[in-house]
């Protein structure tokens, strides 16, 4: 089986920075594709940013010029650091990774962690 982990959330004041991590681990032959998702209370889960293994990125329009997505492939590590942060920031953020197992290929999601922006 794989996990994901994920690791950095937490409270933070609007204009403040926080960085995410999530560490994937398990029975994992290759990873296509790692991503950041984040559902606010009411609201539908939706993609933040994800990259792929050979480094194309997509971001939601929301996030443009304030997060940036990493990817360690080495270490099967995605980060997301979120700067110029905002209350409509306030969410569960996910970890998702695409993963090659040597049986199937499947996604998997991480256990979330909550980011708060208030001030």
């Known amino acids: 089986q794989v996990q994901l982990v994920e690791s950095g959330g937490g409270s933070v004041q609007p204009g403040g920075s926080l960085r995410l991590s999530c560490v994937a681990s398990g029975s994992i032959f290759s990873i296509y594709v790692m991503g950041w998702y984040r559902q606010a209370p009411g609201k539908q889960r939706e993609l933040v940013a994800d990259i792929t293994s050979g480094g194309r990125i997509n971001y939601a329009d929301s996030v443009k010029g304030r997060f940036t997505i990493s990817r360690d492939n080495a270490k099967n590590t995605v980060y997301l650091q979120m700067n110029s942060l905002k209350p409509e920031d306030t969410a569960v953020y996910y970890c998702?990774?695409?993963?090659?197992?040597?049986?199937?290929?499947?996604?998997?999601w991480g256990q979330g962690t909550q980011v708060t922006v208030s001030s």
């Open positions: 998702k990774a695409g993963v090659a197992t040597i049986r199937s290929t499947n996604d998997y």
